[in-house]
């Protein structure tokens, strides 16, 4: 593995990925503002120029209009960039769908672009809406529109993309739906309505001689050839390249379990799958963020290249033996033998591409170990249906208030109940949360004594472990071949020491031992009456600050 580190997170990308990324952010932040601004429309030409005068403080300022033409020409170069450098244009239909709306935009918005800005800074014309307007209605409205709406697709789509593996996204998904529905039908509306009012009061005015518009004009078709020489370039290289690979000695990639395949060296594996139609899962579209192609090296992995500082990172993120490579950063050069670890086909439909935790992901979370104390000598002589009776009593009422609190309940281990907090809403809260499911649990576990007065010996006592940090959450168990329902579980360190809290309130005799970690990342005081203990827990260098609490009494205030 390559020694070289990076300063950004696993998962976030190339550098190169990054600046196209940061530079479409910009774009959208400009296009935001804009629509935002034609949605005033609705109200006033009046609300119009305002919210065009606090929008030219932003990007008519010399940092603001600097910022907006390098974040246009900065992303529009990189993406012709990276087209150029694909193998094969078999791709998702997302990423189609993308670089077609990308080839499309220019056509209409370089026009747009002379027409305001270019006859601003050319002629010294002033661009207000009452110009724009004049010259866009009727005649190119249609056109017009067709630029917003092709925009903003283009934007969300890669948005969408972009977020749909962030922890939040989900939750917000339905609502942001709803705004990017709504953003582009009130800019419309509010630039027509605008127009029409316009014409209406008689009032357009053209700021802009005949002369100078057939300037604008000229310009505007040189650019339109330029660019789109440009682009003609870019697919002659990619043809070029198709037809100098078969000139070129096959190299055999043999897919365990599947098929063998001759290609060219040069493409990489991922793109290698595309061209043959071999299934190969790539949720990010091989930008080296997901991990999903990460594919198992059978045979030939002497003559492969390192890892970049890229893959290098998102291996060692997930724990990736020495031959384990991502088939998006990989480009084999000799005969190889390959098994994609995760698998494609049935998988690749449905529901299951879109839930964000069949891939695994890794968040911030409370983890709650519940366990009653003893329960094997209380059950002691009673018959098994007296067992399941009470067991099913108690879990019921431990589950009915771990998910009235908001939790989530992992999974039931006899008398045991792992729950999770904050999965669907943020860290603070989940810990929050979680204090309060320990509060009605004394209460819930004081009415299961009294309901099962009758056929206990002595009252049933619970005790409670509770930790939180950065956990995996993922379906385990499902492959996406047989079909087997699989619920969320959390993995990693922070369940492993929430389990060993749990013990550490049975030693101590306590309700609940908690971190201290915790505690203060969620801004909550250690009572007095807490007993403080430094716990060893296995795999840590240094003791572990856990605060335990003797009755719910005694419990932090959430």
């Known amino acids: 593995m390559s020694g070289k580190t990076n300063r950004h997170p696993p998962g976030a990308g190339s550098l190169e990925q990054r600046?196209?990324?940061?530079?479409?952010?910009?774009?959208?932040?400009?296009?935001?503002?804009?629509?935002?601004?034609?949605?005033?429309?609705?109200?006033?030409?009046?609300?119009?120029?305002?919210?065009?005068?606090?929008?030219?403080?932003?990007?008519?300022?010399?940092?603001?209009?600097?910022?907006?033409?390098?974040?246009?020409?900065?992303?529009?170069?990189?993406?012709?960039?990276?087209?150029?450098?694909?193998?094969?244009?078999?791709?998702?239909?997302?990423?189609?769908?993308?670089?077609?709306?990308?080839?499309?935009?220019?056509?209409?918005?370089?026009?747009?672009?002379?027409?305001?800005?270019?006859?601003?800074?050319?002629?010294?014309?002033?661009i207000d809406y009452r110009h724009e307007l004049t010259v866009l209605w009727p005649d190119s409205a249609l056109l017009q529109s067709t630029l917003l709406v092709l925009v903003w697709l283009h934007g969300c789509v890669g948005l969408h993309y972009w977020l749909r593996m962030k922890g939040w996204y989900a939750k917000a998904k339905p609502t942001l739906f709803l705004i990017a529905v709504i953003i582009p039908l009130l800019a419309l509306t509010g630039w027509i309505s605008a127009a029409r009012r316009l014409v209406l009061e008689n009032a357009t005015k053209n700021n802009v001689t005949a002369a100078q518009k057939a300037d604008l004009l000229q310009w505007t078709e040189w650019t339109q050839y330029g660019f789109y020489a440009l682009v003609a370039l870019v697919f002659l290289v990619i043809a070029g390249r198709k037809l100098s690979g078969y000139a070129r000695e096959r190299i055999s990639i043999r897919y365990l379990d599947s098929r063998t395949v001759k290609t060219a060296p040069g493409p990489t594996l991922l793109e290698i799958s595309r061209m043959k139609g071999i299934p190969h899962m790539s949720i990010c579209g091989g930008r080296a963020r997901c991990s999903t192609c990460r594919t198992l090296i059978l045979s030939g992995r002497a003559d492969l290249q390192q890892p970049n500082a890229t893959e290098a990172q998102v291996l060692k993120r997930i724990g990736a033996s020495a031959n384990v490579r991502l088939a998006c950063q990989l480009r084999p050069s000799t005969d190889m033998v390959v098994r994609p670890l995760f698998a494609a086909g049935r998988a690749l439909n449905g529901e299951g591409l879109h839930d964000r935790y069949r891939w695994g992901v890794e968040q911030k979370i409370a983890v709650m170990f519940i366990d009653l104390r003893g329960f094997t000598s209380l059950s002691e002589g009673k018959l098994p249906f007296d067992v399941v009776f009470i067991l099913n009593r108690y879990v019921d009422g431990v589950v009915r208030i771990i998910r009235k609190n908001g939790g989530m309940v992992d999974k039931i281990m006899g008398d045991g109940v792992m729950a999770l907090f904050g999965v669907e809403t943020n860290f603070d809260k989940g810990i929050q949360s979680a204090i309060a499911t320990l509060n009605d649990l004394s209460t819930e576990l004081a009415q299961v004594n009294e309901d099962l007065a009758s056929h206990l010996p002595a009252p049933l006592r619970v005790a409670v472990g509770l930790h939180g940090g950065t956990a995996i959450l993922g379906r385990i168990g499902l492959d996406g071949k047989n079909g087997v329902a699989s619920g969320l579980t959390a993995l990693g360190d922070v369940v492993n020491v929430a389990a060993r809290l749990e013990g550490v309130a049975k030693e101590v005799n306590a309700l609940a031992a908690i971190s201290r970690e915790i505690l203060h990342a969620a801004g909550l005081d250690v009572p007095p009456s807490a007993e403080i203990r430094s716990v060893d827990i296995r795999g840590r260098v240094a003791p572990l600050e856990v605060a335990c609490f003797a009755t719910s009494g005694d419990l932090p205030s959430p």
Not at 77 to 91: C, H, S
């Open 19 to 126: 600046i196209r990324l940061s530079a479409g952010l910009v774009l959208f932040s400009f296009v935001l503002l804009h629509f935002l601004n034609h949605s005033l429309g609705n109200i006033s030409l009046a609300a119009l120029d305002w919210g065009q005068d606090l929008r030219y403080r932003i990007w008519h300022s010399t940092i603001g209009g600097w910022l907006l033409y390098a974040a246009l020409f900065t992303h529009a170069g990189l993406a012709l960039w990276k087209t150029m450098r694909r193998r094969t244009l078999r791709m998702p239909l997302w990423e189609a769908t993308q670089i077609l709306l990308g080839l499309v935009i220019p056509y209409i918005l370089i026009k747009h672009i002379y027409a305001t800005r270019g006859a601003e800074v050319a002629f010294g014309s002033y």
